[in-house]
């Protein structure tokens, strides 16, 4: 599998106190550990085990996900934005990789 | 502990009940409703849900069971004091009842998220909210699947 890549989508600015609505897509086979290969062994499962979202180190909105998720999970939520500032997103991985990406925000 | 006991002790009863069926049954891959029920209690703790402030939305026919769109949505000040603290969704049908579990926090602003699902065959969906202070509501929903989302 190619190594997922992140996508969020947040609006560039925003008026303080302001509720946004941001959503994230990260490509990922999300491998249930239920399906089986051709010989018959069951395909080990390997799954993004939690998302979180945080704004300038305080959490936002967090994810467990199990195997039920379909693949490239997807969310959309909303987080409140009372100042300028950065939003970092982490995807964790089931084999212990850690996924991130960041994006800014400016309070007009 | 004694939570874990009582699950396993369940499964161990379900067990029994499936090899009283055999030969006519196959092997019981997929999660009861009873299943989705003590995971239910496990997470509002034993408090059995109300109805009402949460919505669930999922379509009435899914044709493609790897991937339904669903949404919840709790009404909430989300203010300090008084906020949705987590949300977890259950689907009855699939080998494993647990979906996701979403946490949210005053920061969040609206308790609302969206994502996407794998299903197994037609079933229940089932979330459970639960409040900073402890009370819990749940919100169901029949998705009628065509193709299944768990295949092998």
């Known amino acids: 599998m190619a190594t997922p890549k992140p996508r969020v989508k947040v609006p560039k600015t925003a008026a303080a106190g302001e509720v946004?609505?941001?959503?994230?897509?990260?490509?990922?086979?999300m491998e249930s550990g239920q399906r089986k290969d051709k010989e018959g062994n069951l395909i080990p499962r390997e799954i993004i085990n939690t998302f979180t979202?945080?704004?300038?180190?305080t959490k936002v909105f967090e994810?467990?996900?199990?195997?039920?998720?379909?693949?490239?999970?997807?969310?959309?939520?909303s987080a409140k934005v009372p100042e300028s500032g950065t939003f970092t997103f982490t995807w964790k991985d089931d084999n212990g990789a850690t996924y991130t990406d960041e994006k800014t925000i400016e309070v007009a | 502990m004694?939570?874990?006991?009582?699950?396993?002790?369940?499964?161990?009863?379900?067990?029994a009940g499936t090899l009283g069926l055999a030969g006519l049954v196959p092997r019981a891959a997929l999660a009861t409703p009873e299943a989705a029920r003590e995971a239910i209690a496990e997470f509002t703790g034993g408090t059995s849900p109300q109805t009402g402030r949460i919505s669930l939305t999922a379509p009435e026919i899914a044709e493609n069971g790897n991937t339904v769109p669903i949404s919840i949505s709790v009404e909430s000040p989300m203010s300090e004091d008084d906020y949705v603290e987590s949300v977890t969704v259950m689907a009855?049908?699939?080998?494993?009842?647990?979906?996701a579990t979403f946490h949210f926090t005053p920061m969040?602003?609206?308790?609302?998220?969206?994502?996407r699902i794998r299903l197994a065959k037609t079933q229940t969906v089932v979330a459970v909210a639960k409040m900073s202070d402890g009370a819990t509501y749940s919100d169901s929903k029949e998705v009628k699947v065509t193709i299944g989302g768990c295949g092998g």
Not at chain 1, 20 to 29: E, G, N, P, Q
Not at chain 1, 53 to 57: A, K, L
Not at chain 2, 92 to 99: A, D, S, Y
């Open chain 2, 108 to 115: 969040s602003g609206k308790a609302e998220a969206t994502t």
């Open chain 2, 92 to 99: 009855e049908g699939n080998p494993n009842p647990e979906v």
């Open chain 1, 20 to 29: 946004i609505t941001i959503k994230t897509l990260i490509s990922h086979d």
């Open chain 1, 63 to 77: 994810c467990d996900l199990d195997p039920a998720v379909a693949a490239n999970p997807y969310f959309e939520f």
């Open chain 2, 2 to 15: 004694t939570q874990l006991n009582r699950r396993k002790l369940f499964t161990l009863a379900a067990g």
């Open chain 1, 53 to 57: 979202c945080s704004f300038n180190g």
